[in-house]
């Protein structure tokens, strides 16, 4: 009995140590968004595409804002629309 007793508590413990292993994010860190559903967040009335009112909505820093709506408008029509919101972005350098 006692020898079972021990076994089950061993991989209990086992158990608990490799959960405890499971990646989490760095403190601190942003949680990924999935950039599909930023933008249906974003897009208040539906039409599939944001204006610069809805992409700059509630935004931290209006000027950086702009600026992003600016570089994500690829096609300069005044909108963006959710291919150019979803498409990735240069690298940057760390």
Known sequence: MKITAVLFALIVTASVSFAADEKKPAEGAKPKVDPAAAFAKKDKDGNG????????????DAAKAEK??????????????KEEFTAAGPKKDK
């Open 68 to 81: 992003q709506f600016a570089n994500k408008d690829k096609d300069k029509d005044g909108s963006v629309s």
């Open 49 to 60: 595409k944001l204006s610069k009112e809805e992409f700059t909505a509630n935004a931290k």
